[in-house]
């Protein structure tokens, strides 16, 4: 099975060095030099005792032994002595070690992002001076005559697509130069309005983050990208269901959200699931973008919700996802799962990183596919579990992988060489599958991780489908859900 192709980073078995876990043992090993030394001091203060002293009139060759084996263990290059420099001294040679890693870390993010910004500004100067380059750029998005747009490459777009699928490095670096795109746009501006062009370079985002804050603090004043963060819940439907088997579970509950006929509303699955000693806890399944105009609709899973989730901003596809689960029952303190695909995981990351939303909500895990986040400010309190596919370009969009951290996994397969038809739900409900039978130690103990939300002995579950629309017109944002009707 190609899918089964998996490369895991992070987790258990990740290989990358905490410098939070080297500053910590640095400390550590000093304060062992310094309690060595506070031992060292006691010991000579033994030897001479007084006590100790007055035996030598009774035994002079047993006080002579006395003072040599103390000796021994004072001085020597096995002493305390010896022991005490070599412990503090190795601890602030690594706490050293430690700001020169950060400073070299720094460095060199910081070339990378001026090389990336330096290639963007000239790929779009460049197409600027070869107008071809820029008909490649207009081919890769079509709209369609209906309110939901399809995304279709173009054979020559879809031939650049497929290298980039082919080469995720070169993927990764494409992204990161979106921003130095936007500055080679700002110069282009210049050439008309000099002073335009000079307060748009100036404040030209140095990342995609901050690229898209900036998208979204605009859309505020623009009909573009408008996002008010308030839905109008519909009728909710509960049904009872099996908890969920795995990850393949998990993922396929969360594709068939594509499948359910809501209208011009969006979409959410929430399940409870209760284990036999009466303890509970939540899943909620988001889906991706199912709307591509750049002017906000009633439909909340949108382009306007892209940007302004990867911006790390509440939209309202996180207010329905909030909603839904607060309705359906969820108290905090009993954990949440929240799971998606495409914009879904970009949303369930942006609220794993809310402190906002995790007053409300206890939000323990994140699983995610085919979704750019590895900028999101995710705590280490939240365990994350990251499916992509090499030739899904949807994740590298944001210029940067996933860290590698111990609560961080991400699962790389394999999904045929067509990158649109990597990035499908379907795709990744069977990399999901590999991911339940895998050995690879991080993939392990992600799924041991994830067992609470899912199927166990005596365990049972309920699901409610939540529709909600965008409210358009909402004079003041907030996540109080409007009265349906």
Excluded: K
Excluded at 209 to 223: D, K, Y
Excluded at 260 to 284: C, F, K, L, Q, Y
Excluded at 434 to 449: G, K, M
């Amino acid at each position: 099975m190609e899918e089964a192709e998996l490369v895991v980073r992070g987790g258990a078995g990740g290989t990358t060095a905490r410098l939070e876990d080297l500053e910590s043992a640095a400390e550590v090993l000093i304060e062992a030099g310094q309690a060595l030394t506070g031992a060292a001091v006691r010991l000579g203060d033994l030897a001479l005792d007084p006590v100790l002293l007055a035996g030598y009139l009774r035994s002079p060759l047993t006080g002579l032994a006395a003072e040599a084996a103390l000796a021994g263990c004072l001085a020597g290059p096995h002493g305390l002595a010896a022991g005490a420099l070599r412990l503090g001294g190795l601890g602030t040679a690594l706490r050293a070690a430690v700001g020169i890693y950060r400073a070299a870390d720094a460095a060199a993010q910081h070339a990378l992002n001026v090389l990336s910004a330096g290639a963007g500004t000239g790929a779009v100067l460049g197409a600027a001076a070869l107008p071809g380059l820029a008909t490649l750029g207009a081919g890769l998005v079509a709209f369609g005559s209906d309110d939901s747009a399809r995304w279709m490459p173009r054979p020559m777009a879809r031939r650049v697509l497929a290298y980039l699928a082919a080469h995720p490095g070169a993927g990764d670096r494409v992204g990161a130069a979106l921003p130095g795109a936007a500055r080679g746009l700002a110069h282009l501006v210049g050439a008309l309005s000099a002073p335009l062009g000079l307060i748009l370079v100036a404040a030209s985002p140095p990342d995609q983050r901050r690229l898209t804050r900036v998208l979204s603090v605009v859309g505020e004043a623009l009909p573009w990208l408008n996002e008010s963060r308030v839905v109008r819940v519909g009728p909710i439907t509960r049904s009872s269901a099996a908890p969920p088997s795995g990850v393949e579970d998990l993922i396929a509950r969360t594709a068939a959200l594509y499948e359910v006929p809501a209208g011009s509303a969006g979409v959410v699955r929430v399940e409870r699931v209760t284990a036999a000693d009466g303890s509970r806890s939540w899943i909620a399944m988001i889906p991706g973008t199912q709307a591509w105009p750049p002017r906000a609709g009633v439909q909340p899973f949108d382009l306007t919700a892209d940007v302004n989730a990867i911006a790390g901003r509440t939209t309202a596809a996180s207010s329905l996802v909030t909603i839904g689960l607060q309705q359906a029952g969820a108290r905090p303190g009993e954990p949440v799962l929240l799971v998606g695909h495409s914009l879904g995981g970009i949303v369930a990351a942006q609220m794993a990183a809310d402190p906002v939303v995790r007053q409300r909500l206890s939000i323990t895990h994140v699983v995610t596919a085919g979704s750019p986040i590895g900028s999101m400010p995710v705590p280490r309190e939240v365990q994350v579990l990251a499916l992509e596919h090499t030739a899904d370009v949807v994740p590298w969009t944001e210029g940067r992988r996933n860290p590698d951290r111990l609560n961080w996994v991400t699962v790389q397969g394999r999904a045929g060489p067509d990158p649109v038809a990597a990035h499908e739900a379907a795709r990744y409900v069977r990399t999901g599958a590999a991911v339940d039978t895998t050995p690879e130690p991080s993939a392990v103990r992600a799924r041991e991780q994830l067992s609470g939300f899912l199927a166990r002995p005596g365990s049972t579950a309920t699901a409610w489908v939540v529709p909600g629309d965008r409210v358009l017109d909402a004079a003041h944002p907030h996540l109080t859900p409007v009265p349906p009707g």
